[in-house]
T-cell receptor, first 114, second 111 residues
């Protein structure tokens, strides 16, 4: 069972470069999410997609854009990377965006911006 | 979502039971109690969730106080692989807000 797959696992960018983090789930989940986790801290929500065709901002959306390409895939784009975006990024999915369902997380993308 | 309070860290010896507490005094009647854990260098992993009654699954048990203002995640026999950060999170049944993580409890397990 693949679950939630994130690519790449590691990435180093120079300040000002752009990149797209990819996320795909094979559980037929409706909702997908992007979180970031800075060292020693909990996860913070960047963007989410409650269903195919919709996206909304989370706690820390500045500097990011997202695309819900289809039901399976949800990508996160950094248009002009900054050192403050150095973090570990996690993608997650759930059957519905409601309290009775659990989330499944990917293994993360470790991004360093120099 | 209502706020939860957890100890920053706890310790246990291997093969002993572990009781991880969570206080949520402002919980509402429609809030589910979710627990996730994050192993080192991995993404969070769903552990268990419940509403009013105690819940058991293959990973853990969840004991919910009668007034629902606190809950306890129980690992019946801790192993070294259970060393992780454990997050207690409240989620309303029809809440369209997202899963918001606090800082959790870091569990250390000693051989």
């Amino acid at each position: 069972n693949a679950g939630v797959t994130q690519t790449p696992k590691f990435q180093v960018l120079k300040t000002g470069q752009s990149m797209t983090l990819q996320c795909a789930q094979d559980m037929n989940h409706n909702s997908m999410y992007w979180y970031r986790q800075d060292p020693g801290m909990g996860l913070r929500l960047i963007y989410y997609s409650a269903s195919e065709g919709t996206t909304d901002k989370g706690e820390v959306p500045n500097g990011y854009n997202v695309s819900r390409l289809n039901k399976r895939e949800f990508s996160l784009r950094l248009e002009s990377a900054a050192p403050s975006q150095t973090s570990v990024y996690f993608c997650a999915s759930s059957e519905r965006d409601a309290g009775i369902y659990g989330y499944t997380f990917g293994s993360g993308t470790r991004l360093t911006v120099v | 979502d209502a706020k939860t309070t957890q100890p920053n860290s706890m310790e246990s010896n291997e093969e002993e039971p572990v009781h991880l507490p969570c206080n949520h005094s402002t919980i509402s009647g429609t809030d589910y109690i979710h627990w996730y854990r994050q192993l080192p260098s991995q993404g969070p992993e769903y552990v268990i969730h419940g509403l009013t009654s105690n819940v058991n699954n293959r990973m853990a048990s969840l004991a919910i106080a009668e007034d629902r203002k606190s809950s306890t995640l129980i690992l019946h026999r801790a192993t070294l692989r259970d060393a992780a950060v454990y997050y207690c999170i409240l989620r309303a049944v029809y809440n369209t807000d997202k899963l918001i993580f606090g800082t959790g409890t870091r569990l250390q397990v000693f051989p």
